[in-house]
């Protein structure tokens, strides 16, 4: 039943990341938590000491066992960084660095940012309805779960 109800509120998220129109017209792609830390070393530091984000990959290994792999398709879309997208997850062998939600999660590809060092080149204002690509109402209900922006990670 449980399985049931967890794989009813796993439905697939496709991620479109926005934001500001940019004259650059570079394809985005995912670079990783550790490229992020480079820079961002105090938030990275918080991320990993205080979000449970940091650790999404263990409730997909907590379920696996039984789920087709369209159904761990459906998990890999909320839990992993980037899944199905340039750079992102692709499976914890090949991307074990992507495996967890990591910043790019959030605040989208950071290729382009990283690139520029540009501030406008990342989502840096998140608001409740970036948390809602994952945490909708079929979620919430099936986790009990009440989205914190930020969670304590910056």
């Known amino acids: 039943m449980l399985k049931r109800l967890l794989l009813a509120a796993a439905m697939p998220v496709l991620v479109c990341w926005g934001g500001a129109a940019h004259a650059q017209d ?19 530091r918080r991320f990993t000491e205080y979000s449970k984000k940091h650790h999404s990959f263990q409730s997909i290994e907590k379920l696996q066992d039984g789920l087709t792999p369209q159904e761990l398709q459906q998990c890999y879309a909320c839990h992993t960084t980037g899944f199905g997208q340039p750079g992102g997850f692709v499976d914890p062998v090949s991307t074990p660095a992507m495996k967890d939600l990591g910043c790019e999660s959030c605040h989208g590809p950071g290729s382009l940012h990283v690139e520029t060092e540009d501030p406008e080149h990342i989502q840096r204002d998140l608001t409740i309805q970036d948390c809602r690509r994952c945490h909708n109402e079929e979620r919430v209900r099936a986790f009990n779960f009440q989205p914190l922006i930020r969670s304590g990670a910056h």
């Open 26 to 44: 570079a394809p985005k792609s995912y670079v990783g938590n550790e490229t992020c830390a480079q820079c961002h070393e105090a938030e990275y």
